[in-house]
């Protein structure tokens, strides 16, 4: 396929096409109206798969060499890409533009939350394209450890007022945390004590827990 | 194995007499400088030189320090220091190889790893400050030219 001249809408909709017919690729939808054209693909199964063992780099650039291979830019230049799975419903008119036009998120999307008997549960969604999975790693995009500790206090403050952590311990990590997994953090804060005990599961498998030692403080604070 | 990174630099070092030792190689401490110098050079291609990081009220301390020592490097001996940016989202993580500027062999390997530290409280940064991470964004966009995500 050919990406042609032609109305804005048109080259959206040829741009679309071309990478519906990648094998990796769901769904696919483009906007903006100068370079770069800003591209959301929404991955299937053997994306998603590809993403998770070789990273966002080797996966963008697949991307672009389908798009070399398919057909010149109208614009002659780049493509910015968003990625998403099947947990984001593809948006449409005013809303798809806003979503892909946002650069990657930094935080994980917020599903829902309940109380439990010892503390709190925050359900969160990993974005495909989290922009911690720029650097860590390259090749094979994983949650930092220390990552879930800043959600953990991020969170935590949201239900327990900010705090700042000063040393933490009985810290392990079981399972990796990847693109796209769907996490269960669960916060208990203990103000007589000072601590915020957490868990991150996923479909209720231990992934992470540690005991932060905090202390309250004023206004936003993420430090440990 | 030392990937490369995102954002890649390099320069021209030429051993200085006072850096080798009795048994005229450079000594192995001497090594570590020839890094800051390099990773200067990194910091002012990303824009967050070390007068703009101190301005900035983040420091960056130097909390591991790795070198593996392939080749001794002699007096006189014109050298390349190549500065690889590999993490900057939680942590900066830089990896260098000294190599010699005329064969392009290995002389040194090596990779430090800084973290961000508030100046005024001396509090450890779980994520790096926004200033450095938008300067980082806008590195490398200039440099691959697709709004700050590396391909």
Redesign the interface.
């Known amino acids: 396929m050919t990406l042609r001249e032609g109305s804005v809408r048109e080259r959206h909709a040829d741009m679309a096409a071309c990478m519906r017919a990648h094998p990796w690729v769901a769904e696919a939808r483009a906007a903006g109206h100068q370079a770069?054209l800003r591209v959301a693909l929404w991955l299937n199964d053997r994306g998603i798969a590809h993403l998770l063992q070789h990273g966002r780099?080797d996966l963008?650039?697949a991307f672009?060499a389908h798009c070399a291979a398919n057909g010149p830019w109208p614009e002659g230049?780049?493509?910015?890409?968003r990625l998403f799975d099947h947990d984001f419903p593809v948006p449409e008119g005013a809303a798809l533009d806003e979503e892909i036009a946002r650069?990657?998120p930094r935080e994980p999307w917020l599903l829902g939350e309940h109380a439990t008997p010892t503390g709190h549960v925050f359900e969160l969604k990993l974005p495909l394209d989290l922009?911690?999975f720029?650097?860590?790693f390259?090749?094979a995009p994983v949650v930092?450890g220390?990552?879930q500790?800043?959600w953990a206090?991020a969170f935590g403050a949201r239900r327990y007022g900010p705090m700042?952590c000063g040393t933490m311990d009985a810290m392990k990590f079981r399972r990796l945390v990847r693109p796209g997994d769907r996490l269960h953090l669960e916060v208990a804060h203990d103000a007589g004590r000072g601590r915020l005990d957490f868990t991150v599961r996923i479909g209720g498998t231990l992934c992470s827990s540690a005991r932060l030692h905090v202390v309250p403080v004023e206004g936003d604070h993420?430090?440990? | 194995m030392r990937?490369d990174g995102?954002l890649r630099i390099e320069i021209p070092v030429e051993v200085p007499f006072f850096d080798v030792d009795s048994m005229d190689v450079v000594w192995h401490g001497h090594y570590v400088k020839y890094l800051e110098l390099a990773r200067c050079t990194l910091l002012e291609r990303i824009g967050h030189d070390y007068h703009q990081m101190k301005a900035s009220g983040y420091l960056w301390p130097i909390v591991d320090l790795q070198l593996r020592y392939v080749r001794a490097a002699r007096f006189g001996q014109r050298l390349i220091v190549r500065a690889d940016l590999?993490?900057?989202?939680?942590?900066l993580k830089v990896h260098y190889r000294v190599l010699d500027a005329e064969t392009g062999e290995r002389i040194t390997l090596a990779s430090t790893v800084q973290v961000a530290v508030?100046a005024s409280?001396g509090?450890?940064?779980?994520?790096s400050p926004s200033v450095f991470l938008e300067a980082v964004e806008r590195a490398l966009a200039a440099a691959h030219?697709?709004?700050?995500?590396?391909?």
């Open positions: 770069p780099a963008l650039a672009d230049g780049f493509c910015a890409w650069p990657p922009a911690l720029d650097d860590h390259r090749t930092p220390v990552m500790v800043a206090l700042a993420h430090a440990c | 990937a995102v590999v993490e900057w989202r939680n942590r508030a409280s509090e450890l940064q779980l994520e030219g697709n709004e700050g995500t590396p391909a």
